[in-house]
Nanobody, 127 residues
């Protein structure tokens, strides 16, 4: 059974940092595109960051560019989201996602491209 399990969320003051982790089990995702999405209360899920299957390419939403960094440790089958300079508008439940296929140098911002999803980890940024 394939599972993605996020961790690392919590309450932090504005300007602070958090590192989210997404540990995969049941299969390896070392060559699959991985992504982070978030959903704030009352809003639709939105793209945050993505890493290509090769890990050589990343892409970020404009709202987090320069503050968030996606990385992956294929040996641990884990993807991370380092979040610095957090703002109250970053408050949301954060989800990691993975494609079921090898994506090579491609990454995806469209949530419909992803087949596996974690249960989410909440992040609250206080002002």
């Amino acid at each position: 059974q394939v599972q993605l399990v996020e961790s690392g969320g919590g309450l932090v003051q504005a300007g602070g940092s958090l590192r989210l982790s997404c540990a995969a089990s049941g299969r390896t995702f070392s060559r699959n595109a991985m992504g982070w999405f978030r959903q704030a209360p009352g809003k639709e899920r939105e793209f945050v960051a993505t890493s290509s299957g090769s890990g050589g390419s990343t892409y970020y939403a404009d709202s987090v560019k320069g503050r968030f960094t996606i990385s992956r440790d294929n040996a641990k089958n884990t993807v991370y989201l380092q979040m610095n300079g957090l703002k109250p508008e970053d408050t949301a439940v954060y989800y990691c996602a993975a494609t079921t296929y090898y994506s090579g140098s491609y990454y995806f911002t469209d949530s419909r491209r992803y087949d596996y999803w974690g249960q989410g980890t909440p992040v609250t940024v206080s002002s």
